[in-house]
């Protein structure tokens, strides 16, 4: 079967969609449903109909919210005039942006970068843009696929890190579901609060039965918020543990993950270690620069002794 048929046959799932989920997550690039269906080898129609069933919104949407989270992250960590900041984000003008941006954050531009001004001081602005368009990517699969990646497993002396994150306990087919909500939400929380996020987004898995995860899902601070988000948000402070880990990166989809944990898990268990806590995953990789779902890098940490 011809490669493009090939394709077409199967991209009916987010999977098999996430070259377009990274096209679109490059809000400098105009949406052209023909170019994004190029890459998965889907008709515009399709393109429309299948990223509708399976992200919840229209392509259009997904990348209109994505270059509002930029340009919100752009006026608070450069001192662009907020046309610049509307270009930069691929809008044509400043009133669709403004219009657009009031509607989504509640605020004016000039507002949102007034009030937050100074909270992004000393924090690398391009690996948070980075990890601000991979937030929505993390919705995928079980993660139990095999794979035949050669991990490099290494011991790491961690910082502790302050976080934010919301806790939840999910079936495993959900997984991908709740990141791609609870990511955005405790970022858009940390944004509103003026805080500076100190890195990439991570999940936490706590406890793991056949059915059910029950995680953390959130985002690293460069210092502890001085008050608690209302328990209203769902949203809890708490840090990333000091310490002694054993660290792989896993490059690829990220619904091969799985495997990664595996190679850690049999590390463990074959060195002169035992586990110490909770194994997390760090989203390292811009979608928007590295669009290809097999190029995108994962750090798992597991705290050992």
């Known amino acids: 079967m011809p490669a493009r048929s090939r394709l077409a046959a199967v991209a009916t799932r987010f999977v098999d969609l996430l070259p377009a989920v990274a096209a679109l997550s490059d809000p400098s690039e105009a949406l052209d449903l023909a170019r994004v269906g190029k890459l998965v080898g889907l008709s515009p129609s399709r393109v ?12 259009h949407a997904y990348g209109r919210a994505i270059a509002l989270d930029l340009g919100a992250l752009l006026l608070v960590a450069s001192d662009e005039r907020v ?16 219009r657009g ?17 100074g909270a992004l001081d000393g924090v690398d602005t391009k690996q948070l843009i980075a ?19 050669t991990y490099d497993i290494r011991t790491e002396t961690l910082d502790q890190v302050p976080i934010l994150f919301q806790n939840r306990r999910v079936g495993h087919d959900e997984l991908g579901t709740v990141l791609a909500e609870v ?6 929380y940390v944004m509103e609060a003026g805080l500076a996020p100190a890195g990439h987004p991570f999940v936490r898995y706590l406890s793991t039965t056949p059915a059910f995860f029950v995680i953390d899902a959130g985002i690293p601070l ?15 402070t708490g840090d990333l543990p000091a310490g002694l880990a054993a660290v792989t990166t896993h490059k690829g989809p990220y619904e091969e993950l799985g495997a990664a944990h595996a190679a850690l898990d049999r590390w463990i268990a074959a060195s002169a270690h035992e586990p110490a806590g909770d194994r997390w995953e760090l989203f390292l990789t811009d979608p928007g620069e590295v669009p290809d779902p097999a190029d995108w890098l994962t750090k798992v940490c597991w705290p050992i002794r």
């Open 101 to 117: 941006f009031r509607t989504r954050f509640g605020e004016s531009p000039t507002q949102w970068r007034h009030e937050r001004r």
């Open 48 to 59: 429309q109909r299948v990223f509708s069933a399976e992200i919840g919104e229209s392509p």
């Open 131 to 149: 990890a601000s368009r991979c937030l929505r990517l993390h919705h995928r699969p079980l993660l139990r696929k095999e794979h035949d990646m």
């Open 83 to 98: 046309i610049d900041v509307a270009f930069a984000t691929g809008f044509r003008n400043h009133e669709t942006f403004s």
């Open 183 to 188: 990511l955005p939400t405790v970022f858009s």
């Open 222 to 236: 460069v210092t502890a918020p001085a008050e608690a988000p209302p328990a209203a948000s769902g949203i809890r």
